[in-house]
């Protein structure tokens, strides 16, 4: 069942120059949003699984890749999709945006039918998401993500069967980097190119770069999808960019490194871990989640698994600072809570606050050790930028919004 939807609004832009991002063309899609009720009162199992399958992606090989180590996408709280057409008649699938994975599939619940556009390869695909999977067949097709971004031949996956989605979508659209497609084909290690790879190699956008803006869902406002580089308008200030990670397995996905304080206290340390839409909450790990606790005095609740404060404490709550390439990013004592509206949703009480910041499952010092999900990201603009190899951050308008 769901809880709320709301639209990503997203136009077309004209070329604009940022520093350090030489953007040519970009293009803005339309995105909706929507809240599962029904899965929020296990949103933080939901993201704990998550994460503990993309943290050991990397050590699986081959068909063991293929079979049960890449990404859940299917199963969180928040989805975020886009209408894709493929085909010559086009055939509309909506499809889930996973900034996790990069293979691009359709069949879920609407049927493929293949059309003059369409060249059956006979290669096997298949992914496995842990709670769902699909295997199929690869096509190449055309895929019209709409504002004129309309790419030719591109590498999709055909369902044959696929388990562990709800109906709600088609598949799913991967803004991953393209090393996660890597032995998705059988018989094959070769990476398959991505969306975003041929968007570029065809002249669609100046640069493979990707802007992701996420409103807090309680301001009710609009966002957007960038293909293409960043929409100034959409930020304040100027972007800071942090190279991907040297450390692995963190390196394998949109991976930085960061240090996290609280109230003037390190919560962690220089340490590694991953920006990513697909997780609903900022998770740590459990020692340095444990540090966090201690610091702001919050308790689990046996309820909701969430942290959680008195209305007396959450008034004495402090920012939560991420330095990220030299550069502080406050998370406001507003960012770090879960709509008080929904609080009932998650299983807790109008008596308590509840905090978005969760545990990883496992002890800092492996390579990944936080990760940056949608609580995060609705708080500061993120750019995803396969060409430098890079991320992107910026204050907004909504940074220090008390909508939650």
Do not use: C
């Amino acid at each position: 069942m769901k809880l709320l939807s709301f639209v990503l609004l997203a136009t077309a832009y004209g070329a604009f120059a940022i520093p350090g991002l030489d953007v040519d063309v970009s293009v803005t899609l339309p995105v909706l949003g929507e809240i599962n009720l029904a899965k929020l009162t296990s949103v933080v199992h939901i993201d704990q699984s998550r994460a503990m399958v993309m943290k050991h992606r990397m050590q699986a090989t081959g068909f063991q890749r293929r079979q049960s180590a890449s990404v859940d996408a299917a199963n969180t709280a928040v989805d975020f999709t886009v209408s894709v057409n493929v085909g010559q008649p086009s055939t509309q699938y909506t499809l889930l945006i996973d900034s996790g994975s990069s293979n691009t599939w359709v069949g879920a619940k609407t049927h493929y039918t293949p059309t003059s556009s369409s060249h059956n390869t006979g290669k096997s695909v298949s992914t496995s998401y842990g709670s769902g999977r699909f295997s199929g067949t690869e096509y190449l097709d055309t895929v019209d993500l709409g504002n004129g971004l309309v790419i030719a031949n591109q590498s999709i996956g055909v369902a044959n069967s696929s388990s562990g989605f709800d109906g709600s979508f088609d598949g799913i659209l991967g803004i991953g980097p393209v090393d996660l497609t890597q032995d998705t084909i059988q018989g094959s290690s070769e990476q398959i190119p991505t969306v975003a790879n041929n968007l570029k190699s065809q002249g669609k956008i100046g640069t493979e770069a990707i802007g992701i803006f996420y409103p807090p869902y309680a301001e009710k406002a609009s966002g957007s999808l960038t293909f293409g580089g960043a929409d100034a308008s959409k930020y304040t200030g100027s972007l800071t960019y942090t190279p991907i990670t040297a450390s692995s397995p963190a390196s394998d996905y949109w991976g930085i490194d960061q240090t996290i304080s609280y109230a003037g206290q390190t919560i962690a340390g220089q340490t590694s871990g991953i920006v990513d839409s697909g997780t609903t909450m900022l998770l740590l790990a459990s020692d340095h989640y444990q540090a966090y606790m201690n610091a702001t005095g919050a308790v689990k609740d046996s309820k909701t698994g969430m942290l959680s404060l008195t209305k007396d404490q959450y008034a004495k709550l402090q920012p939560l600072d991420f330095t990220i390439n030299n550069q502080k990013f406050s998370l406001s004592a507003n960012g770090q809570i879960w709509p008080q509206a929904l609080s009932t949703a998650l299983g807790g009480d109008s008596d308590h606050v509840y905090l978005v910041v969760g545990d990883l499952g496992s002890e800092s010092g492996e390579g990944f050790d936080f990760i940056n999900g949608y609580m995060f990201m609705q708080r500061f603009y993120t750019v995803l930028d396969q060409d430098n190899s890079r991320v992107g951050f910026a204050t907004t308008q909504y940074t220090d919004s008390t909508a939650n």
